[in-house]
């Protein structure tokens, strides 16, 4: 750096804040995949993410459900068959329009989504009571900012996201 150039102390609060968040996302990540390890023979994080989205919206067309996960239809449908084997997915003709095809989640497919989001509840409980209360609740304070930056609706106490929409997620707020 130039002896008349200053260091930016936004900048550095930013690259600060960016590793805290990043370890903490690796920690979550970490988390997630524990959660999942129970099913994870039988299903992939992203066919998981997949059964969260139907959990989350209820029945969805295949074009819709590919925009949600942000993949292609062709491999949203590639995820469907499979997920569909597995029991946890089923496919019907939408009473609405008999010329769409609908998906939902299956009672087995519901239970997954709540057992692994059991699990990671579990986990992220166990590590919150490591914190001191003041800790936990500046950490609230932090995420719930976060979470508005980034325009993620909160979860409430039923593990449901409050969203403007109307759909909910009880999971991680997959869109």
Do not use: C, Y
């Not at 260091?7 to 997630?32: K, M």
């Not at 997949?50 to 062709?74: E, F, N, W, Y």
């Not at 068959?81 to 009473?95: W, Y």
């Not at 329009?97 to 998906?103: M, Y």
């Amino acid at each position: 750096m130039r002896e008349n150039e200053q260091a930016d102390p936004d900048q550095d609060d930013i690259e600060a804040v960016t590793r805290a968040v990043l370890t903490a996302s690796r920690l979550l990540v970490a988390v997630s995949a524990r959660s999942l390890a129970t099913v994870e023979e039988s299903i992939t994080l992203p066919q998981f993410r997949m059964l969260v989205v139907l959990s989350t919206h209820g029945p969805s067309k295949l074009v819709a459900l590919a925009d949600q996960l942000g993949v292609q239809p062709s491999t949203a449908m590639r995820m469907v068959d499979r997920l569909i084997a597995s029991g946890l997915m089923s496919r019907r003709t939408n009473p609405n329009n008999r010329r769409e095809t609908e998906l939902s989640l299956t009672a087995e497919g519901g239970r997954v989504v709540q057992n692994v989001t059991s699990q990671r509840r579990m986990e992220i409980m166990s590590i919150l009571r490591r914190l001191e209360p003041a800790q936990r609740s500046a950490l609230v304070d932090a995420l719930d900012a976060f979470n508005t930056a980034g325009r993620e609706p909160a979860i409430t106490d039923g593990g449901v996201h409050a969203h403007p929409l109307g759909w909910s997620d009880p999971v991680e707020g997959t869109r």
